[in-house]
């Protein structure tokens, strides 16, 4: 089986860069895929993709080195499974909030005798190898969200399931989890109390043995996050990075035609996370 290349930066010391795709447009899996991130998550959560397209995205990002993972919109065996089985190198699920979801999440994962996993990788056994099912375990990843006030105070049981091999923060759903709408929602958090809550997210895991993910709006961010200590950042996605630099032309153009800008302006968010 192809070697899951986040474990071999991670075994170097590296943190992983990760791109995230949610437009369903395999031609926009190809351009993100050759640009140079460590890995690439198609977004069946938030983002504008189905299975089939999911999949048809998979291949077009076989050509690259990038290890494509999926986040799957729910704790739910049936698309965890397929998402393996068309060729994910790995799985982030949201909203996992105690032992019993990360056991589960991890099962699903997982094939006999350690989950539950039912045995039938289609596309797998041609994109990762004939031997696939000898090493699918030791190569595939499990991520649990962490975006929940019941998450953060059930931190210590999630971090310590067996096979689990992170936790990915969703820093907008968090906020909202743990404040309200007393605050924005979004990413790149400054508030004292959520970067507090996020750096113990992140203690808790590395206590644990896991590793850490963040999801941030900008380079710059997530090299704090890096900085903190986390192992995996994500920066922006496909939809915030076309729309930044359609605007950015579109503003450009205007200032040096002195035109005024006209039509729809940018909103304030790509998606959920």
Same mark, same amino acid.
């Given at each position: 089986?192809?070697?899951?290349?986040?474990?071999?930066?991670?075994?170097?010391?590296?943190?992983?860069?990760?791109?995230?795709?949610?437009? $369903?447009?395999?031609?926009?899996?190809? #351009?993100?895929?050759?640009? @140079?991130? &460590?890995? %690439?998550? +198609?977004?069946?959560?938030?983002?504008?993709?189905?299975?089939?397209?999911?999949?048809?995205?998979?291949?077009?990002?076989?050509?690259?080195?990038?290890?494509?993972?999926?986040?799957?919109?729910?704790?739910?065996?049936?698309?965890?499974?397929?998402?393996?089985?068309?060729?994910?190198?790995?799985?982030?699920?949201?909203?996992?909030?105690?032992?019993?979801?990360?056991?589960?999440?991890?099962?699903?994962?997982?094939?006999?005798?350690?989950?539950?996993?039912?045995?039938?990788?289609?596309?797998?056994?041609?994109?990762?190898?004939?031997?696939?099912?000898?090493?699918?375990?030791?190569?595939?990843?499990?991520?649990?969200?962490?975006?929940?006030?019941? $998450?953060?105070?059930?931190?210590?049981? #999630?971090?310590?399931?067996? @096979?689990? &091999?992170? %936790?990915? +923060?969703?820093?907008?759903?968090?906020?909202?989890?743990?404040?309200?709408?007393?605050?924005?929602?979004?990413?790149?958090?400054?508030?004292?109390?959520?970067?507090?809550?996020?750096?113990?997210?992140?203690?808790?895991?590395?206590?644990?043995?896991?590793?850490?993910?963040?999801?941030?709006?900008?380079?710059?961010?997530?090299?704090?996050?890096?900085?903190?200590?986390?192992?995996?950042?994500?920066?922006?996605?496909?939809?915030?990075?076309?729309?930044?630099?359609?605007?950015?032309?579109?503003?450009?153009?205007?200032?040096?035609?002195?035109?005024?800008?006209?039509?729809?302006?940018?909103?304030?968010?790509?998606?959920?996370?």
């Amino acid at each position: 089986m192809k070697a899951n290349n986040i474990k071999k930066i991670w075994s170097a010391g590296h943190p992983v860069l990760n791109g995230w795709l949610s437009v $369903a447009n395999s031609f926009t899996a190809e #351009i993100m895929a050759g640009q @140079g991130y &460590d890995a %690439i998550t +198609i977004d069946i959560q938030h983002g504008l993709v189905g299975y089939e397209a999911a999949t048809i995205m998979l291949q077009s990002m076989r050509a690259s080195d990038v290890t494509p993972l999926v986040r799957v919109p729910w704790l739910d065996p049936g698309i965890i499974m397929k998402s393996l089985d068309a060729g994910a190198y790995g799985i982030i699920c949201p909203m996992i909030n105690n032992a019993d979801q990360a056991r589960e999440l991890v099962s699903c994962v997982r094939y006999p005798p350690t989950g539950v996993r039912s045995f039938g990788p289609t596309r797998a056994n041609i994109a990762a190898g004939a031997d696939y099912g000898d090493h699918a375990d030791n190569e595939i990843l499990c991520f649990a969200m962490i975006e929940t006030a019941d $998450a953060v105070a059930n931190i210590d049981q #999630i971090v310590e399931t067996p @096979g689990l &091999d992170g %936790i990915y +923060i969703g820093p907008a759903d968090l906020t909202l989890g743990l404040t309200g709408r007393r605050f924005r929602t979004g990413f790149d958090r400054e508030e004292p109390e959520i970067v507090e809550t996020i750096k113990h997210i992140l203690s808790r895991a590395h206590a644990a043995g896991i590793k850490a993910g963040l999801h941030n709006g900008t380079p710059d961010y997530a090299a704090r996050a890096v900085q903190w200590g986390f192992d995996f950042v994500t920066v922006s996605n496909d939809v915030q990075l076309l729309r930044s630099a359609s605007a950015g032309s579109v503003q450009r153009f205007r200032q040096l035609t002195d035109k005024p800008v006209t039509g729809s302006q940018p909103v304030s968010s790509g998606g959920g996370y």
